[in-house]
């Protein structure tokens, strides 16, 4: 009875969640061209643009339906070429990939150099095995560093930019 009870009040958190952050007032809102995914973003969060090969930083508001301002540059969609922002999504696999990957090439450092110390003329073995694994260790942390500090890409090439009034 106590474990209905537990699945029952998880599972009434789990949907109010999605019941919190559904789509109300102004934002911008992400279309995946291939499978139709779209992803919204409220209004007042925070971006990093690119656009001709600048840079733009900031929270961004909607000024019409095809510009937004962000910071005091007034951007237009169509110009835009990927935007980055933090989801909760991105926060949490980018985390999700740091931790295990920073594990792993620990891990691998840790067992090349016990290997190099005490296996003698063996220690190619060990250099052979193990540079792989620090390698995708490493790749791994960095990677899940960058999602979890400059969030998600959205490329125009694979998204399309709709403004929410």
């Known amino acids: 009875m106590k474990m209905k009870t537990l699945v029952f009040s998880i599972s009434l958190l789990f ?5 919190v952050n559904a789509q109300t007032g102004a934002g911008l ?3 995946n061209y291939k499978n139709g995914k779209t992803v919204f973003i409220k209004e ?3 971006l990093m643009i690119k656009k001709e ?12 339906d095809q510009q937004i301002l962000l910071n005091t540059d007034t951007l237009s969609l169509l110009q835009i070429q990927e935007i980055f922002t933090r989801t909760g999504y991105s926060q949490i696999s980018g985390a999700g990939m740091l931790l295990p990957g920073a594990f792993m090439g620990a891990m ?3 067992g090349l150099i016990t290997m190099l110390a005490e296996a003698g003329g063996y220690a190619i073995i060990g250099v052979v095995l193990l540079s792989p694994v620090i390698a995708a260790g490493i790749l791994m942390s960095v990677k899940g560093a960058q999602l979890w500090h400059r969030g998600k890409r959205f490329g125009s090439y694979k998204w399309a930019y709709v403004l929410k009034n």
């Open 15 to 19: 949907i109010s969640a999605f019941y």
């Open 29 to 31: 809102q992400f279309m």
């Open 44 to 46: 007042g969060a925070r």
């Open 53 to 64: 090969g600048k840079k733009f930083k900031g929270n961004f508001k909607v000024i019409s």
């Open 108 to 110: 691998g450092i840790s």
